[in-house]
């Protein structure tokens, strides 16, 4: 090419140059924004796994509660049996 020929964007050569660049960009960014979602995924994994072991120990206590309960009501139906049959 001659340094008096004009740029022609339209050539097969800037086309395929364009593309190039486009497609490039779009790497880049498809990139970026897969580290953005990683993080954003690891962070939401976290919160989870922090929420799943509180939700775990809420549900052992209510269980260790309604054992306590049911063992105050048997000894109290004891008492209760043995009272009246003393009375």
Do not use: C, P
Not at 10 to 32: K, P, Y
Not at 34 to 44: C, P, T
């Amino acid at each position: 090419m001659s340094s008096d020929a004009e740029y022609d964007r339209n050539s097969h050569d800037a086309v395929i140059t364009e593309i190039l660049t486009r497609l490039g960009e779009q790497d880049r960014t498809m990139m970026r924004n897969h580290s953005d979602n990683q993080r954003v995924m690891s962070g939401i994994l976290d919160q989870v796994t922090r929420t799943n072991g509180r939700v775990s120990a809420l549900e052992k206590w209510k269980w260790m509660m309604t054992g306590a309960l049911g063992l105050i009501s048997f000894v109290l139906t004891i008492l209760a049996t043995v009272y009246a049959v003393h009375h």
